[in-house]
């Protein structure tokens, strides 16, 4: 039985941090991004914790903005244009999800496209659908990252998405094809969910759904990125492959936690350093 290789997302985003620690030493002043949090969702404040400690810690100033949940949408809106107007700001982020009285489409469509660093507003994701340069999603980003560190040359590979959600599965789905991938998006509508899995050489999970992925959905040697975020009853964390199951058939998984969580963190603070490189330096980043 081959050993599966454990993806660490620490180590990788720790090395990627440290290279944008040392460009932004490098910079005349210091990328700022503004974090706006809207009411006080627990999971949420400790994302925004996550995302300000480590922007922080390459030397990112961060601007948190704790808004409370009374707070009408377009209140809201008129707050983020003050935002894209205000040129000490880089990037913007506003962390979802946003009180159920808030349509979150129509607030992230009002963040700057050039400042959009989580890449979610629809001309960012044109921008990638239509293969020109653009501010690309998170964990996308991350997801790719991954990848390639273990698969460095992508071209003609078959790849299975579980998920289509405009925040991972698509925008992933569109990064593997841009880099001459052969892609199935899966989704809760598709039959016979095994088979098409067993196909791929790279199997990326965005469901959301503990142990949807077992050892017979996996072909020998596949590399498996999982995506998904449960907690169990007892209070842990898992994702969506059934980590022991899949263990001597895959040729490489990221557990949960430690693989993509930490990879989305590393590259927004690539998306804020690119844009002031951008704007600020003039420069290609
Ligand atoms: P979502 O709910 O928007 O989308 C889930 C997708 O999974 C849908 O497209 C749906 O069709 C598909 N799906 C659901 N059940 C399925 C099934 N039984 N079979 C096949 N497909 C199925 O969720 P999302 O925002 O895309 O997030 C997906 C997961 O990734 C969640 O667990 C979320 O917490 C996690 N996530 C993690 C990070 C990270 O940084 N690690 C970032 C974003 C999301």
Do not use: W
Not at 12 to 36: D, G, H, N, T, Y
């Amino acid at each position: 039985m081959t050993k599966t290789k454990i993806i660490d997302g620490k180590a990788l985003s720790q090395k990627i941090r440290e290279e944008l620690k040392a460009k932004v030493a490098s910079f005349p002043s210091a990328p700022c991004m503004a974090v706006v949090l809207v009411g006080d969702n627990p999971a949420s404040q400790i994302y925004v914790h996550h995302k300000m400690k480590a922007a922080e810690e390459v030397g990112i100033q961060v601007k948190l903005f704790s808004l409370a949940p009374v707070l009408t949408e377009d209140a809201l809106i008129d707050f983020i244009r003050n935002l894209n107007a205000d040129d000490n700001i880089d990037g913007i982020i506003v962390q979802l999800p946003l009180p159920k009285h808030m349509d979150s489409y129509r607030v992230v469509e009002s963040i700057d496209p050039d400042k959009d660093i989580d890449g979610l507003c629809s001309q960012n994701l044109g921008k990638l659908f239509t293969g020109r340069p653009g501010l690309v999603p998170c964990t996308p980003l991350g997801c790719m990252a991954l990848i390639k560190s273990v698969i460095p040359k992508l071209d003609g590979k078959r790849a299975v998405i579980v998920g289509r959600s405009c925040l991972v599965g698509k925008p992933v789905g569109q990064l593997l094809l841009e880099e001459q991938c052969t892609i199935t998006q899966a989704h809760s509508h598709t039959k016979d969910l095994e088979s098409v899995c067993k196909e791929a050489d790279i199997l990326v999970v965005a469901a959301g759904k503990p142990n949807l992925i077992q050892k017979n959905h996996v072909k020998k040697g596949a590399v498996i990125i999982d995506v998904g975020i449960n907690r169990t009853e007892d209070g842990h964390i898992v994702g969506d492959v059934d980590f022991i199951g899949v263990q001597g058939v895959a040729r490489a998984i990221t557990p949960v936690p430690g693989g993509v969580g930490p990879m989305t963190v590393a590259m927004l603070l690539s998306n804020v350093v690119k844009v002031y490189v951008q704007k600020k330096l003039g420069q290609k980043a």
